[in-house]
Nanobody, 116 residues
Framework: QVQLVESGGGLVQAGGSLRLSCVAP????????MGWYRRVPGKQRELVAS???????KYADSVKGRFTISRDNAKNTMYLQMNSLKPEETAVYYC??????????WGQGTQVTVSS
């Protein structure tokens, strides 16, 4: 069973920063598309950012310039650096992995709470 282990969530004041991490199994990490999604209470889960196996990134318009997604293939870990956080970005953030065979896995989610 593939497990994605997220960490780094927590409580932060508006304007503050957090860094999320997601560790995935090495055997599939390096060749997989990785992404961060979030679910705001009462809304559908949305893509925040993604990064391909070769480092090409994509961001939701709402986070461009404030969030940075990265990956360290040597540590089979993906990161999301979140700066200038806003209260409306309070959500559960999920790590996602999509293999080259089209199989998708999800982490358990980590809560991010931004206080005003």
């Amino acid at each position: 069973q593939v497990q994605l282990v997220e960490s780094g969530g927590g409580l932060v004041q508006a304007g503050g920063s957090l860094r999320l991490s997601c560790v995935a199994p090495r055997i599939i990490f390096n060749t997989s598309l990785m992404g961060w999604y979030r679910r705001v209470p009462g809304k559908q889960r949305e893509l925040v950012a993604s990064i391909t196996s070769v480092g090409t990134t994509k961001y939701a318009d709402s986070v461009k310039g404030r969030f940075t997604i990265s990956r360290d293939n040597a540590k089979n870990t993906m990161y999301l650096q979140m700066n200038s956080l806003k209260p409306e970005e309070t959500a559960v953030y999920y790590c996602n992995l999509a293999t080259s065979f089209g199989v998708t896995y999800w982490g358990q989610g980590t809560q991010v709470t931004v206080s005003s």
